[in-house]
């Protein structure tokens, strides 16, 4: 199924004629901009329909982006040193993104840290503005993972599938996969786990206009990030089973990233209660919002 696409397509797109050996341009960075600017224009007209500002929407996005990758980069360097011993040269090595290796997980829990921020000091409706969130990382993360296939990386254990799995080089295997004997070139096919979760995203995306559609009117702020960490995260819980690449938990086959993709899934599931009102409140916090809303009381005014 994949094995000509496989053949068309290298991972370098092109190289710009700069220094020695020129500046290689890979096509996974091409595809993720695709599917970022996708995104980001999808969630501009909505913000805009929604009554709000689209240029306060890519200023949130730019930062979101930056802090994401940067976030995603020292969250899988972290685990890599700490779960696999790995040593790095310098800083320049371990914030260096093209030398390969994020985790997207840590990017979104880093990118929603340094966003939220920026949108509680600029005094932007957080929730109408968490909602883009959904649209523009399933387009974003849903397209770029092709880039996960033209690379042969994200692949799953070994399927008996002729047609539906894949062929990985010798230089693109990891683990007890190096071992060509038990694993020859020629036949060993891999499950295409980049395409279970392209499929998974962008489906999300397709509900996400559905939803929008249908219902716009009748949604609250925040049910289409809530929705998102929902689907996200439950979607990426059980991809995980068909990681090798990460590090499980002692011998068991739960991963780290597993355990964090649940936490998102659920933090997803508080958000809908949340905007929905179906989160019992303390006393307290109900006698704080009777006070807030009671009408004051004129003062009396003395006879002079």
Known sequence: MFDQLQELLSPIAFTIPIGENGFPIYWYGIIIAVGIGLGAW???REIERRGYSSDDLFNALLIAVLSGYLFARIGYVTQDIVLNGATYDSFIDMINIRAGGVNII???IGASIVT?????SRKIPFWHYADMVAPTVFLAQ???RWGNFINQELYGPPTNSPTWGLLIDAHNRIGAYINLTAYPVETTRFHPTFFYESIALLLGFVIVVVLTNMYRDNLRPGTLFGFFMLWWGGNRAWIELFRPDQPTLGNSPITLSMVMA??????GVYVLLLVYDMIPQSERMRRQELRQKRTPKPKRQRNS
């Open 42 to 44: 999808w969630s501009s």
């Open 262 to 267: 649940i936490g998102i899934a659920l933090a």
């Open 116 to 120: 939220t921020w920026f949108v509680r």
């Open 142 to 144: 849903g397209i770029g």
């Open 106 to 108: 840590w990017g979104f």
